[in-house]
Every structure is written in C-alpha cells, then in structure tokens.
C-alpha cells in the first residue's frame, strides 16, 4: 500500500529521443542532411550575372569571404575548411557536401546563405544579396558544374 498522498505525482519514466526532422529528398546514407531551405527559389529568381562557378566565385564568394586579413575564408582562416582566395580550391571545397548538384534547398552553402538568422547566415554581420544568392541557387540548381 502507498503512503502516497492521494493526487501527488507519480515517478515516470522518460524516453528520451533525438528527432531530426529532414525535408524529403534531403537526406543521404553517406552524409547528414543539411536543415532545408525554401528562401531562394532558383527557376524564378532574379539574376544580376551569370549563374556559372567563376562568376560566383569572382563576384560574390571571394570578395565578400575570401579577401582581408581577418576574412573568414582565407588560407590563414579557413573556417570550415573553405578557402576562397583560389578559384579551384574554393569549388572543390564546395562540392565536399557543401553543394548538392540538382539541390540548392539542401545545400549548406544555401541554407547558409540564405538564413534568416544572424548566428546561422554566412557572411556573418551581412546577407548577401538576392541576386547573389539567385546566382549560388541557379548554379546549384543546374548541376554545380565548374
């Protein structure tokens, strides 16, 4: 018999489980899938340039992560293992699971990009553009090709 008093508590026992909630379509056996993103929609947004790797490299990438001496994405930096002061290093940095040819939703470069939150968005203390972000979208869209 309980010496309980009627209507206290009784001890539980608690399951504790890790959900991670994946977009459909984003997840692989041989990586973690990225949290997806539906900012930038490639078919419909608005270019400024051509969506190909060197102008993206040349007018978004480098200027604005790889350039300066506390630049985040310079050979001294290289947070997250980009470097973008060299155009083939920096795509082949990008297309190591940062970049999902065919999948700009769930590419981490994008969702980076492309966040809303200030601790999540890269570059940090500034968005890029839209029509930057148009540019990463269309390129990754059609197959992230160099």
Do not use: N
């Amino acid at each position: 018999m309980s010496t309980r008093a009627k209507g206290s508590a009784r001890p539980l026992v608690l399951a504790i489980a890790t959900v991670i909630v994946v977009a459909a379509g984003c997840s692989s056996e041989s990586e973690p899938a990225p949290v997806c993103t539906q900012a930038v929609d490639a078919r419909t947004c608005a270019l400024s340039y051509a969506p190909s790797f060197k102008e993206i490299f040349e007018r978004t990438l480098k200027p604005s992560c790889g350039l300066g001496g506390a630049a985040c994405h310079t050979a001294r930096g290289r947070q997250g293992g980009l470097v973008f002061e060299e155009e083939e290093e920096a795509y082949r940095g990008l297309l190591d699971g940062r970049a999902r040819p065919g999948d700009p939703s769930c590419s981490l470069v994008l969702v980076r990009v492309a966040a809303t939150d200030p601790a999540v968005r890269m570059p940090p203390g500034r968005s890029l553009g839209d029509e930057e972000q148009c540019a990463i979208a269309r390129w990754i869209a059609d197959g992230a090709k160099r």
